[in-house]
């Protein structure tokens, strides 16, 4: 049974950082990408970020410049740096994987709040 397993959310000051990380485990295959979603009260799950397991990656236009996913294929973890924070990156952040049947699945989710 897949299970994905997030960390690094919390409160942070508009202009600081956090790093949020995301391990799988229970699949014996290195994921086809992995990536990050995030959710606002009253909006819908959208991308953030994500990355295949050849390095290529994808970015939501909002967070182009200030936030760098990154992943370990060995160990079936991804990272998703966020600098530069502001107000409205306040949201649940998801961690997503998909193998190469095409399942996905998810993390419980990890509140980031950007506030001063």
């Known amino acids: 049974q897949v299970q994905l397993v997030e960390s690094g959310g919390g409160l942070v000051q508009p202009g600081g950082s956090l790093r949020l990380s995301c391990a799988a485990s229970g699949s014996p295959f290195i994921f086809k990408s992995m990536g990050w979603f995030s959710q606002a009260p009253g909006k819908q799950r959208e991308l953030v970020a994500s990355m295949y397991k050849d390095g290529t990656t994808n970015y939501a236009d909002s967070v182009k410049g200030r936030f760098t996913i990154s992943r370990d294929n060995a160990k079936n973890t991804v990272y998703l740096q966020m600098n530069s924070l502001k107000p409205e990156d306040t949201a649940v952040y998801y961690c997503?994987?998909?193998?190469?049947?095409?399942?996905?699945?998810w993390g419980q989710g990890t509140q980031v709040t950007v506030s001063s």
């Open positions: 997503n994987a998909d193998d190469i049947l095409n399942s996905r699945f």
